[in-house]
């Protein structure tokens, strides 16, 4: 089995609770993330282990639905979210560090691994040194979409 991961560091200048409940707001995530297109919650109740959706995104160039589950959540310290697609299986592993009363380091590692069925390049484009760049570029964004929507809320 092949596994790749890319990891990306962001402060943001708000407490780790207010980084928590706009990371984990499903529902606002279009708003927030400008790479998302359309989310479809698909479970009910708060967020947290077993949560489902529905994420469009654009992503080379090609919008791009995934459906997602959470696998593990400690409020507020981070979460891990998991999806299949074409013979791949994606795990995204947000953590959020308080560096203080009002500043969270917020660190997300996106991994992919072949599951040996389906499309093997599809995991060799998504991972591979071009794929990896465009990926840490696509975390970079989302963190900086957050960043923004959240310190602008603070001023």
């Known amino acids: 089995m092949t596994s790749k991961s890319v990891t ?12 928590w409940a706009a ?12 790479g998302v297109t359309k989310v479809e919650v698909l479970s009910d109740g708060a967020f947290g282990v077993g949560t489902r959706w529905r994420e469009t ?13 959470v696998t593990r959540c400690e409020a507020p310290e981070g979460y891990v979210v998991e999806a299949e697609s074409h013979g791949s299986h994606y795990v995204s592993e947000w953590e959020l560090r308080a560096d203080g009363p009002e500043t969270t380091t917020v660190r997300m590692t996106f991994g992919a691994s072949s599951t040996g ?3 093997m390049n599809v995991l060799a484009k998504v991972m591979g040194p ?21 310190e602008g809320r603070a001023r």
């Open 8 to 19: 990306v560091e962001r402060r943001i200048a708000v407490p780790r609770e207010t980084v």
């Open 23 to 34: 990371l984990t707001d499903l529902v606002g995530m279009e708003r927030v993330l400008s």
């Open 57 to 69: 995104r654009r992503m080379f160039g090609k919008d791009a639905t995934e459906e997602m589950w």
């Open 117 to 119: 069925g389906g499309i």
């Open 130 to 150: 071009v794929g990896a760049r465009a990926v840490r570029k696509a975390i970079e964004k989302d963190l900086d979409d957050v960043a923004a929507a959240l």
